[in-house]
C-alpha cells in the first residue's frame, strides 16, 4: 500500500503535505478562525457544551458534534459539582477544575462564584500549593506567559505573543517563595493562575483581562533541577545585575505594551527581592505585593473588626509577631499607620506598639546593626529575649500575629500565656498551607480554654470546645486583593497608596455583621464574596479619586453601584 493517496482514489489530498511529512520537514500549521463547528467547542471562551440550543446547533454546524439532550447552564453546573465530589484527593479536583478552565470557561467562573467557600480551597490554598509542587508532572496546557532569561532582550516581543491585547491586571512571580513551599522555580505557575481566576470569580475582572506570568531565572532547589519532569530551566537561579536587568526590562516591557494602567501584582518572590521591586517600582508603575500589602490589608481588617469583640481602640492594643519578613513587616507598618491616621500620632510613635520575633529572637535596639533594613524601624529598646515564649511574657501582648512560614510554633506554651492575662487573647496563625500553620483552630480554642479569638491563613473546620461551637475565621487575601484590583481598574488608578490599602480593609472590616460576631467571626463568610469585593472597590476607588490619582473621568456618582455593574458575570451568552 502505497503512503500517498490520489484524489481519485477516494480519499482526502493531502494538501499541505502533512501526512508525508517527517519530524524533521517543516510544515505550516494552518489555523482556521471561523468560530463555528469543532472549533467553537474547543474555544473554551465560547464553549457552551451541552447548553448549545437547538437553534445554535444549526447556526453554528454542531449538529452531530453534540448528543442530542440540550442543558442548561445550572444543570451543568450541578453535573460538575456531583463529579468534583466524588474526587477524595483535592489534587484530583484541582486538576479536574483547571481542566474545566481549559473547556469551558463561563461555566468554570459559575461554579467558582457559586459554591466559593467549597472550591477556594482547591484553587487557592492549600491545595494550589501542592499543585506547584506536582506541576511538572499535572502539567497539560500552557497558562499564561513564561518569561525566562532565554528570552532577555526580547521580552516586550514576548509580551506579544499574548493573544490579548487590554490587559488590565498582571500577576506575576518568579517562584522563590510559593506559599510557605519555598522555590519551586518555573512550577510557581499554579500561583498566577489561581490568583487570577480569583480576580474574576470574587472581584468581576474579565478574564481576557488577566494575564498570568512568571519570570523564570533558574531554581536552586536541588529536587527539581534533578527531576526529568522539570519544567522550568535547569540552572541556579540568577542573582544580582542579571536579575535586575531582566526584571527591569520586563517592567518597562510591560508599561510600553499595556500602558500606564495596568496593575502588576508581585507574588511569592522572596523577601530580599520583594522589598527591592516594590520600593523601586511603586513611584513609577501601578505596582502592587499581596504578600507585603494584600496580607497586610486583611489582617489589618480582621484587627478593627475584633476591637468590638475584645474592646478598646486600635491604639490600646499592643501587638507580638512571630516572622519579620514580607507579611511580618507588611501588616506590622499598616496597623502602625491606621493607629498614626486615628490618633493623629506620628507613624515612627505608633510603630513602639509592635513588636517582632525573628528566628534570632526579639528585635531589640542592641541588634540594629546586624538587621535587614526592613526589619530597623521595629527595632525598640528592651534587653535581649531568645524565644517566643519568653517574648509573650515579656511583651504582654494583646494581639499575636503568625507569619512566619513554621508550623507548630504556637505551641501551648505561648497559647496559655497569652490566655493567661488577656480575657480574649486574639490570635492569627497567617503561614499557609495548612501544614505550616502556627496553630491549628482546635489547638487555639482548646488551650485558651475557649476564650481566643482566632484567625488563620488556611481553611480550618468548625470547632466544638465544652458544648460550643467556634467557627474560625480565615485571614484570607482573597478577600482583599480583588476587590482592590477592580477598584484600581475602575478608576482608572496610576499609583498604588498605603491610604487605599487602609481604605479596603475599613471597608472589608464594615462588612462583618452581628450575626458573624456571634459565632466569634472576624470576617464575613465568603458567600457574599462578590458583595464585598464591590464594597471594597468602591472605597478603593474614593480614595484614588481623593488623592487625585484616578484618570477614569468624570468620577461616577454612585461608586458602589458602578463597582457592581462592572462586574463580569458567567452567564452564557446567546449566540447568532
Request: charge should be negative; glycine fraction near 8%.
Amino acid at each position: 500500500m502505497t503512503s500517498t493517496l490520489k484524489e481519485n482514489d477516494g480519499g482526502v489530498k493531502d494538501l499541505y503535505g502533512e501526512d508525508n511529512a517527517t519530524e524533521d520537514q517543516l510544515i505550516t500549521p494552518w489555523h482556521f478562525s471561523v468560530a463555528s463547528g469543532s472549533t467553537l467547542l474547543r474555544d473554551p471562551r465560547y464553549n457552551k457544551g451541552l447548553a448549545f440550543t437547538e437553534i445554535e446547533r444549526d447556526a453554528h454546524y454542531l449538529r452531530g458534534l453534540l448528543p442530542p439532550a440540550v442543558y442548561n447552564q445550572d444543570l451543568q453546573e450541578k453535573r460538575v459539582m456531583h463529579n468534583l465530589r466524588q474526587y477524595e484527593v483535592p489534587l484530583h479536583r484541582y486538576t479536574a477544575l483547571m481542566d474545566l478552565q481549559e473547556r469551558n470557561e463561563r461555566l468554570f467562573y459559575k461554579l467558582l462564584i457559586d459554591n466559593v467557600e467549597e472550591l477556594l480551597p482547591i484553587v487557592y490554598t492549600p491545595t494550589v500549593g501542592e499543585a506547584c509542587q506536582k506541576y511538572g508532572s499535572i502539567y497539560k496546557r500552557p497558562q499564561g506567559l513564561y518569561i525566562s532569561l532565554k528570552e532577555k532582550g526580547k521580552i516586550l516581543e514576548v509580551l506579544k505573543n499574548w493573544p490579548e491585547k487590554t490587559v488590565q491586571v498582571i500577576v506575576v512571580t518568579d517562584g522563590e517563595r510559593i506559599l510557605g513551599l519555598g522555590d519551586l522555580g518555573c512550577q510557581g505557575m499554579g500561583i498566577p493562575v489561581g490568583k487570577l481566576s480569583l480576580y474574576t470569580a470574587l472581584g468581576g475582572v474579565r478574564p481576557s483581562s488577566c494575564l498570568p506570568i512568571t519570570i523564570d531565572v533558574g531554581t536552586n532547589n536541588e529536587k527539581l533541577l534533578n527531576d526529568e519532569f522539570y519544567i522550568g530551566l535547569k540552572q541556579k537561579r540568577a542573582t544580582g545585575k542579571e536579575y535586575e536587568e531582566l526584571l527591569e526590562e520586563f517592567m518597562s516591557a510591560v508599561k510600553k505594551n499595556y500602558g500606564e494602567k495596568v496593575l502588576v501584582q508581585f507574588e511569592d518572590f522572596a523577601n530580599h527581592n520583594a522589598f527591592t521591586l516594590l520600593e523601586k517600582y511603586s513611584s513609577s508603575h501601578l505596582v502592587f505585593n499581596d504578600d507585603i500589602q494584600g496580607t497586610a490589608s486583611v489582617v489589618l481588617a480582621g484587627v478593627i473588626a475584633s476591637l468590638k469583640l475584645i474592646g478598646g481602640t486600635l491604639a490600646d492594643h499592643t501587638f507580638l509577631f512571630l516572622g519579620a519578613g514580607e507579611a511580618g513587616t507588611g501588616i506590622a507598618e499598616l496597623i502602625a499607620l491606621e493607629i498614626s491616621k486615628r490618633t493623629k500620632a506620628p507613624v515612627e510613635e505608633t510603630r513602639e506598639k509592635i513588636w517582632l520575633v525573628d528566628s534570632k529572637g526579639l528585635i531589640v535596639s542592641s541588634r540594629l546593626e546586624s538587621l535587614q533594613h526592613f526589619k530597623k524601624p521595629w527595632a525598640h529598646e528592651h534587653e535581649p529575649v531568645k524565644t517566643l515564649v519568653d517574648a509573650v511574657k515579656a511583651i504582654k501582648p494583646t494581639v499575636l500575629i503568625g507569619t512566619s512560614g513554621v508550623g507548630k510554633t504556637f505551641t501551648k506554651d505561648v497559647v496559655e500565656a497569652m490566655a493567661s492575662f488577656n480575657e480574649k487573647p486574639l490570635i492569627f496563625a497567617l503561614s499557609n498551607p495548612t501544614s505550616q500553620s502556627e496553630c491549628t483552630a482546635e489547638e487555639a480554642y482548646t488551650w485558651s480554654k475557649g476564650r481566643a479569638i482566632f484567625a488563620s491563613g488556611s481553611p480550618f473546620d468548625p470547632v466544638e470546645y465544652e458544648g460550643k461551637v467556634f467557627v474560625a475565621g480565615q485571614g484570607n487575601n482573597a478577600y482583599i486583593f480583588p476587590g482592590l484590583g477592580l477598584g484600581l481598574i475602575m478608576s482608572g488608578a496610576i499609583r498604588v497608596r498605603d491610604e487605599m490599602l487602609l481604605a479596603a480593609s475599613e471597608a472589608l472590616a464594615a462588612q462583618v455583621s452581628e450575626e458573624n460576631y456571634d459565632k466569634g467571626l472576624i470576617y464575613p463568610p465568603f458567600t457574599n464574596i462578590r458583595k464585598i469585593s464591590a464594597n471594597i472597590a468602591a472605597n478603593v476607588a474614593a480614595k484614588a479619586y481623593e488623592l487625585g490619582l484616578a484618570s477614569h473621568l468624570p468620577r461616577p456618582k454612585d461608586l458602589l453601584k458602578y463597582a457592581e455593574s462592572c462586574m463580569y458575570s458567567p452567564g452564557y451568552r446567546s449566540y447568532r
